[in-house]
């Protein structure tokens, strides 16, 4: 049980979700306002913009750039895999 709570109670893990969410929803009111259609698909359906793909990469990277330190490997590594999502 220690390790599910570890597992949840880590930022790097929690923060990413509840940005993915949010930017999911958002996608579904802008789509909402501009379409005057509510499509609830879009809380789970990918692509179009804001990216929550390049959103969770980029909270990790920064999330593990403040915990470990922009200096640190583990950084580099989830920079570079930020990137190549993004890409």
């Known amino acids: 049980m ?3 709570n570890e597992i ?3 930022k790097c893990v929690y923060i990413p979700f509840f940005l993915w969410f949010a930017i999911q929803v958002f996608k579904v009111v802008t789509d909402l306002v501009k379409n005057k259609k509510l499509d609830v698909k ?3 359906g990918a ?3 804001p990216s929550s793909h390049s959103a969770i990469v980029c909270s ?4 593990i ?3 470990y330190g922009f200096d640190s490997g583990i950084f580099a590594m989830a920079t570079i895999f930020a990137f190549i999502v993004m890409y």
Not at 60 to 63: G, P
């Open 42 to 44: 879009r809380i789970v």
């Open 65 to 67: 750039g403040k915990e």
């Open 47 to 49: 692509g179009g913009m």
């Open 2 to 4: 220690e390790i599910i």
């Open 60 to 63: 990790i990277a920064i999330l």
């Open 8 to 10: 949840l109670y880590n």
